[in-house]
Nanobody, 126 residues
Framework: QVQLVESGGGSVQPGGSLRLSCAASGITYSPYCMLWFRQAPGKKREGVAA???????TYLDAVQGRFTISQDKAKKTLHLQMDSLKLEDAATYYC????????????????????WGQGTQVTVSS
C-alpha cells in the first residue's frame, strides 16, 4: 500500500521560497511517476511538476524556471523547491504517485494517478 505524506508548507511573501517534501512508502516497483499538483480555492486542481524514476522531469509553464522537482531515492522522498513565489502560487499542494512510466503526453490528467497525499498548504501574501 502506497502512502504519501506532504510537509513543508507555510506562509511566505511574494518573491520568497519554500521547499515541500513528500515522504513515500510502499513504492516498491519501478518504473514509477511522481508528481506535484496544486489546488487553489475555487479552482480546479492542476499539475505542477512531474518526475519519472529515471529522473526525467516536466513542469507547468507557469512555474518553469522557478520550481524544481527532485527525488531522494535513498530516503524515498519527493521534493519541490519553490523559488520566486507569486501570489498565484498560493494553493494546497498534493503529492501523487503511480506505477509505470510518466504519461508525458497526458501527464497533467489527474485521473491517471491512484495514490495521493493529504496536501500541504502554501500561502503567499504580502
Amino acid at each position: 500500500q502506497v502512502q504519501l505524506v506532504e510537509s513543508g508548507g507555510g506562509s511566505v511573501q511574494p518573491g520568497g521560497s519554500l521547499r515541500l517534501s513528500c515522504a513515500a512508502s510502499g513504492i516498491t516497483y519501478s518504473p514509477y511517476c511522481m508528481l506535484w499538483f496544486r489546488q487553489a480555492p475555487g479552482k480546479k486542481r492542476e499539475g505542477v511538476a512531474a518526475i519519472a524514476s529515471n529522473g526525467r522531469t516536466t513542469y507547468l509553464d507557469a512555474v518553469q524556471g522557478r520550481f524544481t522537482i527532485s527525488q531522494d531515492k535513498a530516503k524515498k522522498t519527493l521534493h519541490l523547491q519553490m523559488d520566486s513565489l507569486k501570489l498565484e502560487d498560493a494553493a494546497t499542494y498534493y503529492c501523487a504517485a503511480e506505477r509505470g512510466e510518466c504519461p508525458w503526453m497526458t501527464v497533467w490528467l489527474e485521473y491517471q494517478y491512484n495514490n495521493w497525499g493529504q496536501g500541504t498548504q502554501v500561502t503567499v501574501s504580502s
